[in-house]
């Protein structure tokens, strides 16, 4: 009778009946002390089903066995069509930084649109100044000339061209794994078969094995900078012990791409690695690999360019930029996602030396540091110091981090927890000793139920294996408990039945 009267409850702040779609017995008091969602007045769920399959691209996958439809937001809240709330553990895929509509953020925005809303770099106006002004404040050493562009893939497609243009070498290297963008030259440095076409694409590039401890030939949970570890595992320093080792065993495979596919002369025009890999399932390095990569890419004549399109803006809790937390500065480095809290804003920021063999031909770009994205990048940033997004995420993410772990100790299923901040993932396996992905169905009734019970959170891993947590960085302790407790209470559920 008490669960009932529980589920009724989170039936009651959700909107759904009792009988349908909730499962949890959970609840967050912030769920039900509820304000009045914006009544939806779009197309119905199933005329809007409808419309997808016929007049949108039919390779646009949905989360969920049954998609939501999702029509507000309010920092990290989502209201769907019916009224029903939800915790948004998942941030338009790492890209709501400091909340669905921030006030400030929508602020300013507004006096921007009642004043100007385009021009192109043909002409100054004030707004792409002061951007990149405090932006280029943001970079650790020489990083001081900005490019704005509209999306990740297109920042990469950019950085892909300085680099080449720089070194006047033409072979790239990054990650098995890695995720950089699906335009035709980014494709290419992405390597998901996943996310490929059977279309030509990455002339000149080439794939060095993942340094993943945890799923790799190499490495334990202990050799990462992840602030938890499962019970009984060591951790160790960097340059010590096994993290010592893993380094240099991947160096070794790092080299025998160098030994074998490059060039005579053995010349790179660049490295690319995320700090942590997001679409890859929060893969993290052992300690001390990114320095020693960087140094070796160095040394071939290339440049180092750290994909920050997930990891940066303070996401990673202990710095506002992931590779930060390697100890490296890069050459070039790429954002967008968090950088705009939504709005289509990416960027490029390399050292002058590096913009000057830009100068080669004209370089342009409609849309990129249009005054509309420029007022939105500029109170994102505003935001984040004065709310202290990052140290929030640090608070919080280490928080989760410490409650999720003890998940790994309890369930079969779960095989391990890393990341940093509110860079999160969750791998889940059919067993702790094989490691073999946990299958698709299971997975999908975890994360249906996560979902029906309230809590949106995202997938990824080469096989769907990983769930993501990677929220606004405005959520709470009190966010970060309930999301445990709807998960676990999903995992019990599959676990109990093996
Ligand atoms: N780099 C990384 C690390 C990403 O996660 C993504 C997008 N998931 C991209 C680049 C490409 O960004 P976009 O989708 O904006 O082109």
């Known amino acids: 009778m008490q669960k009932l009267a529980r589920v009724r409850s989170v039936a009651a702040w959700s909107g759904c009946s009792i009988t349908s779609r909730c499962q949890s017995t959970v609840a967050n008091p912030a769920l039900r002390n509820d304000e009045h969602p914006v009544k939806y007045e779009g197309p119905d769920y199933n005329t809007t089903k409808v419309i997808r399959k016929e007049n949108l691209s039919p390779a646009m996958s949905t989360y969920y066995s049954e998609p939501l439809l999702i029509h507000q937001g309010k920092m990290q809240w989502l209201w769907d069509h019916s009224g029903k709330k939800y915790l948004d553990m998942f941030g338009g895929i790492v890209t709501v930084s400091v909340g669905h509509c921030h006030p400030k953020v929508n602020q300013a925005l507004h006096k921007q649109i009642d004043k100007l809303w385009h021009t192109t770099n043909i002409y100054m106006h004030p707004t792409v100044h002061e951007y990149a002004a405090k932006l280029a404040d943001k970079m650790p050493g020489n ?34 794994n890695a995720y950089h963008g699906m335009s035709p030259y980014t494709m290419g440095l992405t390597a998901h ?200 995420s640090k608070v919080v993410g280490t928080y989760l981090l410490e409650k999720l772990v003890t998940l790994v100790d309890k369930y079969e299923i779960v095989g391990d927890v890393r990341g940093k901040g509110l860079m999160i993932g969750i791998e889940m396996v059919e067993d702790k000793a094989s490691k073999k992905p946990l299958n698709g169905v299971d997975m999908m009734k975890i994360w249906d139920q996560t979902k029906d019970s309230g809590v949106l959170i995202g997938k990824g891993g080469h096989f769907g294996q990983v769930f993501r947590m990677k929220p606004p960085m405005c959520i709470n302790k009190q966010d970060a408990d309930f999301t445990v407790q709807v998960l676990e209470e999903a995992i019990h559920a599959v676990n109990k039945t093996r």
Not at 145 to 159: Q, R
Not at 264 to 280: N, P, R
């Open 193 to 392: 078969s996943t996310w490929k076409f059977n279309v030509p694409t990455g002339m000149g590039i080439h794939h060095v094995m993942n340094p993943d401890v945890y799923r790799g030939l190499w490495g334990h949970q202990g050799c990462r900078d992840c602030p938890v570890v499962p019970k009984g595992v060591q951790v160790c320093a960097e340059s010590e012990g096994d993290c010592a080792t893993a380094v240099d065993n991947y160096m070794d495979q790092f080299e025998e791409v160098v030994r074998y596919s490059l060039p005579k002369g053995k010349s790179v025009a660049g490295f690319f690695a995320e700090s942590i890999q997001g679409v890859g399932g929060s893969v993290q390095y052992p300690k001390g690999y990114l320095k020693k990569a960087f140094a070796r890419t160095r040394e071939l004549g290339g440049v180092c360019i750290s994909d920050e399109v997930q990891t940066g803006f303070g996401r990673t809790g202990e710095h506002f930029w992931g590779f930060q937390g390697h100890g490296v500065i890069p050459d070039i480095v790429t954002m967008a996602k968090g950088i705009g809290n939504g709005f289509p804003l990416a960027a490029v920021v390399t050292t002058p030396e590096i913009a000057a063999t830009m100068g080669q031909a004209l370089h342009f770009n409609t849309f990129g540091g249009n005054p509309m994205a420029g007022a939105v990048g500029i109170s994102v940033l505003d935001v984040m110091d004065e709310e202290k997004t990052m140290e929030n």
């Open 143 to 176: 990083l001081k000339n900005v490019y704005f562009v509209n999306s990740g893939s297109e920042a990469n497609d950019l950085a892909m061209y300085m680099a080449r243009l720089y070194t006047g070498n033409h072979d790239i290297l990054s990650f098995r």
